[in-house]
Nanobody
Framework: VQLQACGGGLVQPGGSLRLSCAAS????????MSWYRQAPGKEREFLAT???????NYADSVKGRFTISRDNAKNTMYLQMNSLKPDDTAVYLC??????????WGQGTEVTVSS
């Protein structure tokens, strides 16, 4: 399974970004997909997950600001990020857990929130 995350960049506080994670090499619709982030000097942090059935779960730090979604026809997961704060600055990574409970990570996309 290969995961390709993109959509990061520089955004001002209060702004929005949409990240994408394109998957290949598996039956995407059967994967549980998640977003994590890792800021410099900090541990990797869970952000959100979406099951094959579309059930979502969010970390308290992003609940109400971030929205995870998936398009199974495009083998792609998204993370809509609104009301961004400087503390959201990090490398954002996508993770897939397949039907057979094997975990894969993408390479990450960098988000910088700064004025």
């Amino acid at each position: 399974v290969q995961l390709q995350a993109c959509g990061g960049g520089l955004v001002q506080p209060g702004g929005s970004l949409r990240l994408s994670c394109a998957a290949s090499g598996s039956v995407f619709s059967r994967n549980t997909m998640s977003w994590y982030r890792q800021a410099p000097g900090k541990e990797r942090e869970f952000l959100a997950t979406i099951t094959p059935g579309g059930t979502t779960n969010y970390a308290d730090s992003v609940k109400g600001r971030f929205t995870i979604s998936r398009d199974n026809a495009k083998n792609t997961m998204y993370l809509q990020m609104n009301s961004l704060k400087p503390d959201d600055t990090a490398v954002y990574l996508c993770k897939a857990v397949t039907y057979w409970a094997v975990t894969y990570w993408g390479q990450g996309t960098e988000v910088t929130v700064s004025s």
